[in-house]
């Protein structure tokens, strides 16, 4: 698996638009994340390029404009989030999570019949 880069909560905010749509100018993604936020043009221009230098981003120029493409799919994110939660809050250990959630969580009978099959296939 390649290296997937962290990225905070608002770099994420731009993963999403650019995972969304892309390529995208800079101008496009601020557009896009106007209505989401209160951050200025230069706030996301600035998280725009840190993603660049994780190289979660990629660009291209054309003429003076620059297009940006995620690198990294939200699969790929979203899979390297989950391990680092499960390292830095349960040591790496899948089953103490799973008992707290199951025991501080609602879960309608559709949910604990969705988690028997997915657990009766693991089994196989």
Same mark, same amino acid.
């Given at each position: 698996?390649?290296?997937?880069?962290?990225?905070?909560?608002?770099?994420?905010?731009?993963?999403?638009?650019?995972?969304?749509?892309?390529?995208?100018?800079?101008?496009?993604?601020?557009?896009?994340?106007?209505?989401?936020?209160?951050?200025?043009?230069?706030?996301?221009?600035?998280?725009?390029?840190?993603?660049?230098?994780?190289?979660?981003?990629?660009?291209?120029?054309?003429?003076?404009?620059?297009?940006?493409?995620?690198?990294?799919? $939200? !699969? &790929?994110?979203?899979?390297?989030?989950?391990?680092?939660? =499960? *390292?830095? +809050?349960?040591?790496?250990?899948?089953?103490?999570?799973?008992?707290?959630?199951? $025991? !501080? &969580?609602?879960?309608?009978?559709?949910?604990?019949?969705? =988690? *028997?099959? +997915?657990?009766?296939?693991?089994?196989?």
């Amino acid at each position: 698996m390649k290296n997937i880069p962290q990225i905070s909560d608002a770099e994420w905010e731009v993963m999403k638009v650019l995972w969304a749509k892309s390529p995208m100018s800079s101008s496009e993604v601020v557009v896009m994340l106007e209505g989401k936020s209160n951050w200025k043009a230069k706030t996301i221009k600035t998280l725009i390029s840190r993603l660049v230098q994780k190289k979660a981003v990629g660009f291209k120029e054309e003429g003076r404009t620059y297009h940006y493409y995620p690198i990294v799919t $939200q !699969e &790929e994110c979203s899979k390297a989030e989950s391990q680092s939660f =499960l *390292k830095r +809050i349960y040591g790496g250990a899948l089953q103490p999570m799973f008992v707290h959630f199951l $025991q !501080e &969580e609602k879960l309608s009978q559709k949910d604990i019949e969705e =988690l *028997k099959n +997915i657990l009766e296939e693991k089994t196989k």
